[in-house]
């Protein structure tokens, strides 16, 4: 069955420019799409230009070549900037530099007053969203007095309230401790059961082994793709590129534990070796 996809990145090439004249290029031709519902992880070195792609897929950057369609929107095309914010929410690093309202709710309702949603459906949103993330009892406390893990739950609450059809994830647990990653988890994979589509940019293999597919980024290009198990057979390869890959046996465990109920996902040690 072909499915509409959800965002098409096509032929992007992109570089940052310094020194107002020279361009380092960052993206070379990377092509790939997100399907409705999918989880798809992204991996690389430090510098093998995630961010820069993650960063793409709601117009946050356009490419110098190539383009990204958001449905039928061209990022280009500014006049539909907030339309493809809608569709597709992003969620950063550092959940202080995402919270801007100095009560929680306040905090959720930002992106809806942005977009014009009347008051009653803005209520039955924030309701929606603090309770996907957990967070209804906080809703009127002030963010700065919540944990880490919490910030970004409520950044991704302000994310699920504007209803987008993916969620993006640009190392959004890699400032948390063990206890705020397993909660940003959780939810993500509770939208996820729902049908939203995920895109994780992550170097914790946990979080890796939960994805449909992996893209594996090195020096600006899509060098590897496939299911994680198709990814972490391919040892050799990721060793050569430096990525922390955890040894066979705990590879092997990650899987089995993912994907319990799939045979062909299971994974034996002896393939590994
Ligand atoms: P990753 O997410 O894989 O670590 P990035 O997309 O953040 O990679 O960075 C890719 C390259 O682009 C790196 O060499 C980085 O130094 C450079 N870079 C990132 N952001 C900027 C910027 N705003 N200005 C100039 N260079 C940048």
Do not use: C
């Amino acid at each position: 069955m072909t499915q509409t996809p959800l965002i098409r990145v096509e032929g992007v090439s992109f570089g940052y420019t310094v020194n107002q004249s020279t361009t380092i290029p960052v993206l070379k031709d990377v092509s790939f799409q997100v399907n409705p519902g999918e989880y798809l992880a992204i991996i690389g070195h430090n510098g093998s230009g995630k961010s820069t792609l993650s960063k793409h897929l709601n117009g946050i950057l356009t490419p110098q070549s190539g383009d990204v369609w958001v449905g039928e929107y061209n990022t280009r095309d500014r006049a539909q900037r907030k339309a493809i914010r809608q569709k597709v929410g992003m969620v950063f690093q550092h959940p202080d530099n995402q919270i801007v309202g100095t009560i929680v709710e306040d905090d959720v309702a930002f992106g809806l007053e942005n977009i014009g949603v009347p008051a009653e459906e803005m209520k039955e949103r924030i309701d929606y969203a603090l309770n996907a993330v957990g967070m209804e009892k906080f809703r009127k406390r002030p963010p700065h007095h919540l944990s880490g893990g919490q910030k970004q739950r409520i950044a991704i609450a302000g994310i699920i309230a504007m209803m987008p059809q993916v969620l993006v994830l640009d190392e959004a647990t890699s400032m948390l401790d063990t206890y705020g990653r397993h909660d940003i988890l959780t939810v993500v994979d509770s939208l996820h059961e729902k049908g939203m589509a995920i895109v994780t940019v992550t170097h914790h293999m946990t979080e890796v082994t939960k994805a449909d597919r992996v893209i594996v980024m090195e020096k600006g290009e899509i060098v590897m793709e496939g299911t994680p198990r198709d990814v972490f057979l391919r040892q050799k390869e990721l060793g050569e590129l430096h990525l922390d890959v955890p040894d066979a046996s705990k590879i092997a465990a990650l899987i089995n534990q993912s994907f319990p109920a799939f045979a062909p996902n299971v994974i034996t040690k002896s393939e590994l070796i």
